[in-house]
């Protein structure tokens, strides 16, 4: 296992009051195929480009954009419309604002789901657009690391590489084998529809536990981590940083263990002592802690 002391690098995704960061990327209605939207959310300023149609049924791109409100929650603006643009091939020429179709308002349910309103009245649900990486067990596949909060901040490196069948709550497990760790979607009771990870020691006792909302593709949303003995959870945001292919978001990717060598997390000690006088959010449920411990069994098999 890595520990990375960062300091205030990442920091403000674990520990601020204002956390909440909808996905940015392709979203889409899975009903409707053949329209999109793409947002980008930067220091709470929403834009939103649109390719959609006009009523006679010819394509038209669409601008929105402005500050959000509620904790970038929600968003109102007008849906702007632009042509007359330059075509891939011509020179350039700056494309026309020709008006606007009203006011379109946003509210994200949580930072993965949303409903669209546009004028008129009619709304969408929309989502992040999952193209590349498929649905969990699969789409847990590559490498991630998971940042958190105790009283020093922490990052945990987990490169998930095998399948393993799924557990009695889930669809399958993905597996690092050299950190004898693995992270599973759940399909039932309380912890339906969110990931839950464990990783143990190689005497098979629990060293990390994660929690988090699948849906955010290549980073992990409403995200805790969960400690061993005590089960206190601290808010963690976690990210893909090399893709099941080996595309990687670091300048530089660092070797990893060798094959069959089981490595235990370094920073276990200092982690437990922290905890002691670290402030969490709360105790994981009863429910959680059991299909943790579950899913650590299955690592050992």
């Known amino acids: 296992m890595m520990r990375i002391v960062f300091g205030l690098i990442l920091a403000s995704f674990v520990s601020t009051a204002h956390a909440f960061q909808p996905h940015t990327g392709h979203w889409y209605d ?23 149609y006009n009523t006679s049924g010819q394509p038209q791109w669409y601008l929105s954009a402005g500050p959000m409100t509620n904790g970038q929650r929600n968003y109102v603006g007008t849906l702007d419309k632009y042509a007359n643009g330059q075509c891939p091939s011509c020179t350039y020429r700056p494309a026309q604002l020709i008006g606007n179709d009203g006011t379109v308002s946003i509210s994200f349910t949580d930072e993965t789901t949303a409903t669209i309103t546009f004028p008129g009245g009619r709304s969408a649900v929309i989502h992040p657009f999952n193209f590349g990486y498929g649905d969990p067990p699969q789409g847990l596949l590559g490498e991630w690391v998971f940042v958190y909060d105790i009283i020093s901040t922490f990052a945990d490196r987990f490169d998930f590489t095998v399948l393993a069948p799924a557990s009695a709550n889930g669809t399958g497990i993905a597996l690092d084998p050299s950190r004898i760790a693995g992270c599973e979607y759940q399909t039932s009771g309380g912890a339906a529809g969110e990931i839950l990870c464990a990783q143990t020691a190689s005497d098979g006792t629990i060293e990390n536990g994660y929690e988090f909302k699948w849906g955010g593709i290549d980073e992990t949303f409403e995200g805790v981590w969960i400690a061993p003995i005590t089960f206190d959870t601290y808010a963690m945001k976690g990210f893909r940083v090399v893709s099941p292919k080996g595309y990687s978001k670091a300048a530089r990717r660092l070797p990893d263990a ?31 802690i059991a299909r943790l411990k579950a899913i650590a069994t299955d690592l050992r098999r």
């Open 30 to 52: 899975p009903s409707e195929p053949g329209t999109g939207y793409n947002f980008d959310i930067q220091n709470g300023v929403l834009v939103m480009t649109a390719y959609s």
């Open 258 to 288: 060798k094959a069959g060598l089981v490595t235990n997390d370094p920073a276990a000690t200092l982690k437990a002592s922290q905890v002691i006088a670290g402030a969490s959010l709360g105790k994981a449920s009863p429910e959680l």
